[in-house]
């Protein structure tokens, strides 16, 4: 069983940055691979970037793609998402999640753990 936190999240005006964090409770954290996925109201929720165990192998939207950074501390059980260059649109819940595989964590589906969220507000 893993448990996972979020914090981090804000208001922040347009062109600002922001940096979540995913803390994780349970023995087999570094076991998972860990993304965030962010959900607008009215919309569906949506992958925004993945992290494998090791911390090598990493997966991004294209709507983030140089403007986010994931990365993860297996000694600290936790997950980083800082985001640069803040959008409106970017303006949304963010949630940790974890599943077995880099596979698993690209869409909803097969996700076995969720946090319970944060939310994020940008302003124009």
């Known amino acids: 069983q893993v448990q996972l936190v979020e914090s981090g999240g804000g208001l922040v005006q347009a062109g600002g940055s922001l940096r979540l964090s995913c803390a994780a409770s349970g023995r087999a954290f570094s076991g998972y691979v860990i993304s965030w996925f962010r959900q607008a109201p009215g919309k569906e929720r949506e992958f925004v970037a993945a992290?494998?165990?090791?911390?090598?192998?990493?997966a991004y939207a294209d709507s983030v793609k140089g403007r986010f950074a994931i990365s993860r501390d297996n000694a600290k059980n936790t997950v980083y998402l800082p985001m640069n260059t803040l959008k409106p649109e970017d303006t949304a819940v963010y949630y940790c999640?974890?599943?077995?595989?880099?596979?698993?964590?690209?869409?909803?589906?097969?996700?076995?753990?969720w946090g319970q969220g944060t939310q994020v507000t940008v302003s124009s």
């Open positions: 999640a974890a599943g077995p595989t880099m596979a698993d964590v690209l869409t909803t589906s097969h996700i076995r753990f």
């Open positions: 992290i494998n165990w090791s911390g090598v192998r990493t």
